[in-house]
């Protein structure tokens, strides 16, 4: 079974920075893009940025400048660098990933989701 498990949110106050982990476990062959999302109370679900296994990245606009995406293929872990940030930052943020498990088809992952608060 593969997990994706999130760490780093918290509250934090507007202008200060946050990492965010996402950490990949279990039978895995091979992780292709990865991604972090977050959805904001009564918002859909968007998101911020991506990182394919290549790391080549892709970021939405709200990211661009402020939020940097990596990976680290030999731990199976992406991060996400957010500064400069701003009250509506606030969110829960959630890692993805395009996982191939054991012999079986890639599939889609999604972690549990940490919380981000930015305070004004």
């Known amino acids: 079974q593969v997990q994706l498990v999130e760490s780093g949110g918290g509250l934090v106050q507007a202008g200060w920075s946050l990492r965010l982990s996402c950490a990949a476990s279990?039978?895995?062959?091979?992780?292709?893009?990865m991604g972090w999302y977050r959805q904001a109370p009564g918002k859909q679900r968007e998101l911020v940025a991506g990182?394919?296994?290549?790391?080549?990245?892709n970021y939405a606009d709200l990211a661009k400048g402020r939020f940097t995406i990596s990976r680290d293929n030999a731990k199976n872990t992406m991060y996400l660098q957010m500064n400069s940030l701003k009250p509506e930052d606030t969110a829960v943020y959630y890692c993805?990933?395009?996982?191939?498990?054991?012999?079986?088809?890639?599939?889609?992952?999604w972690g549990q989701g940490t919380q981000v608060t930015v305070s004004s």
């Open positions: 279990g039978r895995i062959f091979s992780i292709n893009d």
């Open positions: 990182i394919s296994s290549g790391g080549s990245t």
């Open positions: 993805n990933a395009r996982i191939r498990a054991g012999f079986g088809p890639v599939r889609d992952y």
